[in-house]
């Protein structure tokens, strides 16, 4: 089962967990609706279309209403402490949470002693920075990183990413040298998925490969699209692909959706969504032939 855990930018929207169910452009979860904007909803949208288009069963959410002050992440990770199992995760993907290190380990605790077998971990946005600042970024099995976030992880002092030194996000167009330092400092998974003009996977200091193509300009600029990466990615690797196969076929994909609906400054995030089943249908087709 994938499972994701997240927060909607609504304070009002109360603490749900279940199976999400799309309707029109709508998700539903336990009897409440959220559109599919940016963040934690962007993300589910995407790997709702993705399991879709597989035809794999939708995935399980643990969500809660969090408009950055951190009363509902709060609310959220106590209920996971007793509940993180249920149902038994294969892959478990932290989101937008607000970032919490005694949290973050009482639940890296309750995953270690309550999931059999342990699922696959991924984290991303609020919940990564906190699994840095732990000192436990290597128990993780992905992070997926803007360029940004990045240079955070590579900054070994740093405690969030508005704290990250002046030298290191000057230097953030290497990003083999930032992705270098990450893993030098114990700072990262042990994949990494760098979101950007080019995408990039990393293992252990070693870039594997680059995706800068297909692009699309206005999509670079769009907000969400690192959001839908990151469920597309998810979802495949909960359909048993390889870890490495499936970041670059969700790279592609998520390039593919772009040029498939040719995107203007106006276009939302859901009109990428829309686009993941006939683009991941071309990704896996071209990745075939690239084999």
């Given at each position: 089962?994938?499972?994701?855990?997240?927060?909607?930018?609504?304070?009002?929207?109360?603490?749900?967990?279940?199976?999400?169910?799309?309707?029109?452009?709508?998700?539903?979860?336990?009897?409440?609706?959220?559109?599919?904007?940016?963040?934690?909803?962007?993300?589910?949208?995407?790997?709702?279309?993705?399991?879709?288009?597989?035809?794999?069963?939708?995935?399980?959410?643990?969500?809660?209403?969090?408009?950055?002050?951190?009363?509902?992440?709060?609310?959220?990770?106590?209920?996971?402490?007793?509940?993180?199992?249920?149902?038994?995760?294969?892959?478990?993907?932290?989101?937008?949470?607000?970032?919490?290190?005694?949290?973050?380990?009482?639940?890296?605790?309750?995953?270690?002693e309550l999931c059999r077998p342990?699922?696959?971990?991924?984290?991303?946005?609020?919940?990564?920075?906190?699994?840095?600042?732990?000192?436990?970024?290597?128990?993780?099995?992905?992070?997926?990183?803007?360029?940004?976030?990045?240079?955070?992880?590579?900054?070994?002092?740093?405690?969030?990413?508005?704290?990250?030194?002046?030298?290191?996000?000057?230097?953030?167009?290497?990003?083999?040298?930032?992705?270098?330092?990450?893993?030098?400092?114990?700072?990262?998974?042990?994949?990494?998925?760098?979101?950007?003009?080019?995408?990039?996977?990393?293992?252990?200091?070693?870039?594997?490969?680059?995706?800068?193509?297909?692009?699309?300009?206005?999509?670079?600029?769009?907000?969400?699209?690192?959001?839908?990466?990151?469920?597309?990615?998810?979802?495949?690797?909960?359909?048993?692909?390889?870890?490495?196969?499936?970041?670059?076929?969700?790279?592609?994909?998520?390039?593919?959706?772009?040029?498939?609906?040719?995107?203007?400054?106006?276009?939302?995030?859901?009109?990428?969504?829309?686009?993941?089943?006939?683009?991941?249908?071309?990704?896996?087709k071209q990745s075939s032939t690239?084999?």
């Open positions: 089962m994938l499972v994701i855990i997240g927060t909607i930018p609504d304070p009002h929207f109360p603490l749900v967990c279940g199976q999400v169910e799309r309707r029109n452009d709508q998700i539903f979860v336990d009897g409440h609706a959220f559109a599919m904007h940016r963040g934690t909803p962007a993300l589910i949208g995407a790997a709702v279309e993705t399991a879709r288009t597989l035809g794999h069963p939708m995935p399980h959410v643990f969500l809660i209403g969090d408009e950055g002050l951190g009363h509902g992440s709060r609310k959220l990770y106590a209920h996971l402490v007793e509940h993180i199992h249920e149902p038994e995760p294969a892959t478990l993907v932290f989101h937008y949470l607000q970032p919490d290190v005694d949290w973050h380990n009482r639940i890296l605790m309750a995953i270690d342990r699922p696959q971990l991924i984290a991303d946005a609020g919940f990564m920075y906190a699994a840095k600042m732990s000192g436990f970024a290597s128990s993780y099995d992905l992070f997926t990183p803007d360029m940004g976030e990045l240079a955070f992880l590579a900054d070994e002092t740093a405690p969030h990413p508005f704290y990250t030194r002046g030298f290191i996000l000057h230097n953030n167009s290497d990003a083999p040298a930032l992705i270098q330092r990450a893993y030098a400092h114990d700072n990262a998974a042990a994949h990494l998925l760098v979101k950007g003009n080019t995408d990039m996977f990393a293992t252990n200091t070693k870039c594997h490969w680059q995706l800068d193509s297909p692009s699309s300009e206005a999509m670079e600029a769009m907000g969400g699209t690192g959001d839908t990466l990151t469920g597309i990615c998810a979802t495949l690797i909960n359909a048993k692909h390889p870890l490495p196969q499936a970041c670059f076929l969700a790279a592609l994909t998520n390039r593919l959706a772009g040029q498939v609906c040719h995107p203007t400054p106006e276009t939302q995030v859901i009109e990428i969504i829309n686009a993941i089943p006939k683009a991941l249908e071309m990704a896996i690239r084999q």
